[in-house]
Each structure stands twice: as C-alpha cells, then as structure tokens.
C-alpha cells in the first residue's frame, strides 16, 4: 500500500475512534471495511473480527454464541437469517437489549458503491445519555467538522497537484463520502455558514432537529433557512462568533415544543474569521428530564426546611385550640366567644396550610399508566360539573388525541379540576365560560390548556402565580393551588405556563407534558407472585391472567424458594413486607447473589421515604395500582 494511503487510512481510523458511537462499515461481500475502537469495546470483540476482512457472519455467530442475543435454538439458522437481512441493504433503526442487560440503538445505511454503515448508540442511563451528547456536541465542534474543513483544503490542493496523485485524490473523495455519510447519520445538524450568513455546508439533519424546515441549505441564507423564530434566538451568537467567541447555548422553539442546544465554533484562516460551524440538535427529552430532577430536588429541600418548623408549628395550634376550648367553657360573654370562635376558625386554616405544605415539599408516587384522554375528560366534567354556578359554562373539547397515553391521571385530573375552580373564582358573580382543551404538539408534548372569560392575570400574578403562597384571594387563599399544579407537571418532566388571552382578555394556564405512546406490552411468560394477603394476591394475580400470563403463588420468601426453581419461570413479583424471616427485597437479593437472572420486581404500599423500600435496587410499583399501571410498569421494567 503507498505510503500516502497507509498515512490516510491511520487518520481514517483516528478520527473515527474519537467519536464516542461505536461504528463499523462493511462492504458488499459483508466483509469489514473498517471499525472504531468503540466497535470492538462495546461488543468485546476479539482482534480479528475487527481487522478488515472480517466476514459479518463470523462476528454474528461468535455473538449468538456469546448469548448476546438471549437463547438462540438454531445458531447456523440464526446467523444465516441475519446475513440475508444485511444483503438485503435496506436503511433500518432498531433498538436491543443485550444478554448485560445494556440496551443498544443500531442505525443502519447502506453504501451507494455496495455495502453498509452502522453505528450503535449505547442508550441505557438517562444520565449516561446527557453525559454523551454532551460529549458528542464537544467532539462533533473540535474533530468531525475540522475534520471537514481539512478535506475541503486537501481536494482544493489536489485540484492543482500533477496526474501522479489521481490515485490518491480518488482514496481521499471515497474517504470524503464516507465522512458526509456518517455526518447524515449522527442524530445532530452539522453545518458551517460564511460571513454573509450563507450556508456552504450541512448535512440534512435541520429538519430533525426543527421539525418544518429545509433539508438542502447550501446557498441558503440563515435566517430562510432557520425560520424567523429560531433565527431571532440564534442571531445574536453569530454576531459573537465572527468576533472571536464560541458558544454553547440552548432555546426552546415555541413553535414545534422543542429544546435545542446549539454550539457555534469561529472558522479560523490565521487571524482571520471566515466562518462559523454550527452543531445543532434535539434535547428535549434531556430537557424534560433535568426539567424532572431538579424539581425533585427542590422538592427533597423543601422537605427538609418544613418538616422542622411544621412539627413545631403543629405543636403550637394543638396547644393553642386547647386553651381556647377551655377559655369557650368560661363564663366570658358573648363578644369574647365570638373571639374564641374566630381564633378556632384561624387555628383550622393554619392546620390546612401544613397539610398543603406536607402536600407540595413530600415526595408522592407517580402512577404511570395508559390514558384515553377523551375519556378521561369525559370523567372530570362529571366530577367538576355539578360544583359550578348555574351562570358559568364550562366547555371540555379534545383533539386528535384517538390513541392511548401515557400519564398520571389523578394528578392530571386534581389539576385541571384546581385550575376549573381558580376560573371560576375569577369569573366571580358575573359569571362567563371555561374552556379546557386537549391536544397533541409536534408529537412531543400533549398540552392542556383552560381559559375562560374573566379579567385576566394582573401583571404581578403573571410574574409570581406559580410561586408558593402568592394569592390575589386576600384570606381566603392560601397561595399553594397554582404552585401545586407546577410542582405536579414539572416532576413529570412538564411545564407550566401562565398568560393572558390576546382573544377575550381572559386568564389561559397551559400545562404540557411529554407525549410517550405505551410501550409494547411484555411476552406472556410464568410469574412467581409473592404476596401476604390473600385478597391482594386474588386481584393481582388475576391482573397478570389478564395480560395473558401464568401465575403461581406464595404467602412467603420461605414458600417461595420451592418455586424458583421451576422450568420456563420468566419474571418474580414480590411484596416489600412478607410473613416469615425474609423482607421481599432480602429475599430478591439473595436471589441474585444465588445467580438467580430472573426479572425481579416489588410492589409496596409504603411511603416512597421508608427505608425498606428507597434502599432496594429492584424496581418497586407503588400500591395501589390498576392493570393498566401494572401493564406500563412492567413493560418499563422487563426486557421484552
């Protein structure tokens, strides 16, 4: 091989093992062309089915034999079953649970010349994911798209070089495709626009990431090709990197519901700036779980400041309303009773303050599960109806929402009705009309939106209506139901959003929550239930007939034991507090630590706080919960 093309195929490889997805690409006899360092680690391959040549079928029987695959009957058939889908060279995604137990994302393309590109995402941990595309957004910025810019300089070189290189300029446009091919597949927009704001390279990925806009951008300029939204957030960073600063930020695209984070990096020619790269990608769902997690943790510190001073202020109104029921018994007349009476009425109010305190700063269980959003509309104008005043109308309407969701219905349904009865308190003796909508965004948020007919927010509730304790009730309110709402939607990875109608003048609170289909429903298979109760075991065990699996039982970890032995068990459903010695999750554990490899999961009515239950590292569904809970957690927590 030429000295050139050697150097060549060393950068080749370099520069691939810097990007943090494993990558493989095979030619049209499926042999290997070249792998990433990532490759071989994710897999543990050994040395030579990595090396170029390796034959696809080799790696796919020294996996299948691995169990990587799970239990395979027939390894020639398996193998050969997947050499003809590879033959097929159709572009394909899918998503698979390794014998590990990590779950791998496989993006397949094939090759115009023959042949296919394959990269494989490891996509277990959410915050693993976060940690990678922040990652990736570092690595993308530094290396693919200077890498770019490197092949661009190289073939302008070439372009004047004598015809003793046409060898070595074709290898380089090869290397080239195959360089734009893997750029189309990353899950981000790579982009890089000259001084005019003109565009003089993209891959086509801008309409993934801002759902609407053009795929071809060259030529084009910024603000055609970004909309006038995206462009008016973006705009000012460009000015700040043709001066000199790169920039990492992230915006929220009103339009489609997106959370975009976008890194600007200056294109340096010596001293001068001739460009800025552009890396630009999707994170709305990173958003929405930062979003989740950092309400837990205001949660968890709310907690821990009220729970002291609501112990000792508890204390004090059981201290105070006994004083007053003696000083009632007293012969103090009828002023100083009515006194009594008050100060009991004000004692009572403070009482429920500390409940709604406990409410908003404790943790509560989520109860995820399919929803029939109509329906479930249909159930809360029922339970809201009766209660309203005969000159207030309240109107419920749903679109396109004719498939199941998956959401926490109790707490969609105590919100809405809190945000029904603040309409209707601001609708006052005049009355009007609420209307409450459902519908889906971008097919990433569903939103939930109540308005009605009154004056509208003043400007300071816009600005503090979801703080904790902000009223415009005077005494009557205690300033939690808006904040509880907030509280509720953003721990779901939600948002909240509060403002006026440009239409009637009158208030609009908008909640939107992530928009997740449910998921496949697990394989019927044998379940161990065990459960102490007699009557819970009944109704769980015909839940999980229900889906179509076999159930047997047992009232112990004791009983229990006999039974995990037997042939074809494929999943252990135990409650935390048993009869006998053993806890379910001391039994759980001493089931793994055995080599056990069983599913295993609990189920408990304790507080999410108990130390029996936040320590276990088994999944644990809160009771009590309904088939269609149990369905979603199960599907979340068994591999299929």
Known sequence: ???????????????????????????????????????????????????PGAAFSETIRYLAE?????????????????????????????????????????????????????????????????????????????????????????????????????????????????????????PAHIARIDHDLHYTFSNRRLGKVIPGRPTDLLGLHASEALGTEAYAQIS???????????????????????????????????????GVYILSMDVTEEAQSRAALAQTRKRELAAQLTSGVAHDFSNLLTIIMGLQSRLAQMKIGDDAQELVQATNAAVRRGGTLLERIATISGRRDVHMEPVNVPEMLIGLESLAGPTLPQNINLTISASDLDKLVVLDAGAIQDGLLNLIINATHALGETGGDILLTARPIRETWIEFRVTDTGPGFAPEALEHALDPFFTTKGGEGSGLGLSMVYDQTTVAGGRVKVFNSDETGGAVVSIRLPLRIPA????????????????????????????????????????????????????????????????????????????????????????????????????????????????????QEVPS
């Open 1 to 51: 091989m030429p000295l050139q093309s050697t150097e060549t195929a060393i950068l080749t490889q370099a520069g691939l093992n810097l990007i943090q997805q494993a990558l493989s690409i095979y030619d049209r006899r499926l042999t290997l062309v070249i792998g990433n360092r990532q490759f071989q680690d994710m897999f543990d391959l050994p040395d030579q089915l990595v090396r």
């Open 66 to 186: 691995r169990g990587d695959y799970g239990e395979v009957d027939d390894i020639d058939e398996f193998v050969q079953s997947r050499v003809d889908q590879a033959l097929d060279f159709e572009p394909h995604y899918m998503e698979r649970t390794r014998a590990n137990g990590r779950v791998i994302s496989v993006e397949g393309h094939p090759i115009p010349q023959g042949g296919w590109v394959t990269v494989y995402t490891d996509i277990t941990p959410i915050k693993r994911q976060e940690s990678l595309l922040r990652a990736r957004s570092e690595e993308l910025s530094d290396q693919v798209l200077n890498y770019t810019e490197e092949l661009g300089q190289t073939n302008r070189a070439l372009a004047s070089a004598n015809t003793a290189l046409e060898e070595t300029k074709r290898q380089l446009t090869e290397m080239e495709s195959r360089t734009r091919l893997t750029a189309e597949m990353m």
């Open 236 to 274: 000012p960073y460009f000015a700040r990197a043709f001066e000199g600063e790169s920039s990492v930020f992230e915006f929220t695209h009103e339009t489609s519901g997106r959370r975009i984070r976008v890194a600007l990096t200056p294109d340096r020619d010596e001293d001068q700036i001739t």
């Open 520 to 635: 496949q429903p697990i394989s019927p298979r044998l379940v161990l239930l065990i459960e102490d109760s007699d009557d819970i075991r009944i109704s769980v065990r015909e839940m999980l007939i229900s889906m179509g699996h076999q159930v047997i039982e047992a009232s112990s970890a004791e009983e229990a034991l006999g039974l995990t032995g037997i042939e074809g068990l494929g999943l252990i459903l135990s409650d935390v507090i048993l009869e006998g010695a053993q806890t379910g999750p001391e039994f759980l554990d001493a089931l793994s630590q055995a080599g056990v490899t069983v599913p295993m999961l609990l189920m408990t009515s304790l507080p999410p706080d108990d130390a029996r239950r936040k320590d276990t590292p088994f999944p644990v569904l809160p009771k009590p919960f309904t088939t269609g809970e149990l369905a979603t957690f199960l599907s």
